[in-house]
């Protein structure tokens, strides 16, 4: 009677919008295109969110390690949210990269992005600079005040886990979502089993994390290419079609994300051809590799603006910015 008490207060003080952000299924983390001159592609951008909303995707992340977040100036991620909230936001859940390995530009940002009309802020622990637990908690506290928000766990790119006991420091505050957990299904199946909502970060193990371990969804790379089949997999169990899409997953991560994205989409006619350093395309043979997996996985669930092509090197460009 107690718990039950205290979890309904906890309901009680969240807010509606993070009650509803914890139903979301399947939440994309979207490219940011290019244009020659380095500036962001926003008819390519709008496009491929068109082809995310008609094939069911119900939120993305702006600005996000596949957004290349950390390659865009904060005025940028900042108008990019806002474009977003204009053209989509009665039709997606718009999710800010706002989070920084620095307290304050953290806080500025995630301020910031909430009011150019963001749903929700993505948060990180200090990367590179570590701090201690408490910090950890301190720093996230910090932007929480804002509005709702996503805790992104990837001790892969930040060097440091934000472990369990850390999350349940937080768990209770009114605008904490949930978590983008990529420490696999123990960590995921720990937290759910503690209340708490979680996103897989891992594409690879997304199907099994949501329909063995409890996680709500995933916050997927694979579904800038793939969206519907990746709605499918988070709706049903279909093993069939998890272990039909294992060889894209490899493909997309055989380089660092955003690589394979990237240059994905870019063969798919997507995107132009244009790379902010420091990544590049991935190399021609493996291109030509991955143009026939997207062909056998069946061009009509993918973003193919025109006819497929592996591209030569030289089609490729990069830009500072």
């Given at each position: 009677q107690v718990y039950t008490s205290i979890f309904g207060a906890i309901l009680e003080s969240m807010s509606e919008e993070t009650k509803n952000l914890r139903q979301v299924r399947l939440i994309t983390a979207v490219k940011t295109p290019y244009l020659p001159d380095g500036k962001i592609d926003l008819e390519a951008y709008e496009k491929l969110l068109e082809h995310q909303i008609a094939n069911g995707v119900e939120g993305i992340i702006v600005g996000g390690t596949t957004g290349e977040g950390h390659l865009l100036s904060l005025d940028e991620r900042l108008g990019l949210i806002s474009h977003t909230k204009a053209k989509f936001g009665s039709r997606l859940k718009i999710v800010g990269n706002t989070g920084s390995n620095h307290t304050a530009q953290a806080v500025n940002a995630t301020e910031k992005g909430f009011a150019a009309g963001m749903d929700a802020s993505l948060l990180i622990n200090p990367y590179y600079g570590k701090t201690s637990?408490?910090?950890?908690?301190?720093?996230?506290?910090?932007?929480?005040?804002?509005?709702?928000?996503?805790?992104y766990n990837v001790p892969g790119r930040t060097g440091q886990d934000i472990k369990p006991d850390v999350i349940m420091k937080i768990k209770d505050h009114p605008n904490f979502i949930g978590v983008k957990e990529c420490m696999g299904h123990e960590r995921i199946k720990e937290l759910s089993d503690q209340g708490i909502?979680?996103?897989?970060?891992?594409?690879?193990?997304?199907?099994?994390s949501r329909h063995k371990y409890g996680a709500v969804g995933v916050i997927s790379v694979t579904s800038n290419v793939v969206p519907g089949l990746v709605k499918r997999l988070?709706?049903?169990?279909?093993?069939?079609?998890d272990a039909k899409l294992q060889p894209l997953y490899k493909w997309l991560f055989t380089d660092p994300n955003p690589i394979g994205v990237n240059t994905m989409l870019m063969m798919l006619g997507v995107a132009k051809p244009i790379f902010r350093l420091p990544y590049t395309f991935v190399p021609r043979d493996r291109r030509a590799a991955g143009i026939e997996l997207v062909k056998s996985i069946g061009l009509e669930n993918c973003p193919a603006f025109g006819e497929p092509k592996a591209l030569e090197d030289a089609d490729f460009q990069h830009v500072l910015a």
């Open positions: 637990d408490s910090g950890i908690v301190m720093h996230l506290e910090a932007a929480l005040k804002f509005g709702p928000a996503f805790i909502c979680c996103w897989s970060g891992n594409d690879d193990q997304m199907h099994h988070m709706t049903q169990e279909d093993e069939a079609l």
